[in-house]
């Protein structure tokens, strides 16, 4: 199994990224997914989760509001939309495969982490 994010880069403040997350190796719509985030030296922490189909979601309350996740299951392709970027956004970002029950937040319910992307965001 391979997660692969891309779309990072520097952005000011009030902008906008999205990223992807290129899965293979896996029957990609079977699986709920999730984004990570870790800023240096702090944990990873919970953005946000979308269900298998795409017609669910749920954020943490850091990004309820500004990012809206998505998937395309023809393309193993799950997005992560950020709007209205703040500095504290700044942070590597993961994508990952949900293996606990939907409504999981904690890192520990989620594996094949895929390599991050970098988002840096400018004050």
């Known amino acids: 199994v391979q997660l692969q994010a891309s779309g990072g880069g520097y952005v000011q403040a009030g902008g906008s990224l999205r990223l992807s997350c290129a899965a293979s190796g896996l029957s990609f719509r079977n699986w709920n997914m999730g984004w990570f985030r870790q800023a240096p030296g702090k944990e990873r922490d919970f953005v946000g989760a979308?269900?298998?189909?795409?017609?669910?979601?749920y954020y943490a309350d850091s990004a309820e509001g500004r990012f809206t996740i998505s998937r395309d299951n023809t393309k193993n392709t799950v997005y992560l939309r950020m709007d209205n970027l703040k500095p504290e956004d700044t942070a590597v970002y993961y994508c990952?495969?949900?293996?606990?029950?939907?409504?999981?937040?904690?890192?520990?319910?989620?594996?094949?982490w895929g390599r991050g992307t970098l988002v840096t965001v400018s004050s």
């Open positions: 979308v269900a298998w189909s795409g017609t669910s979601a």
């Open positions: 990952a495969t949900m293996r606990s029950g939907w409504g999981t937040k904690d890192p520990i319910g989620y594996n094949n």
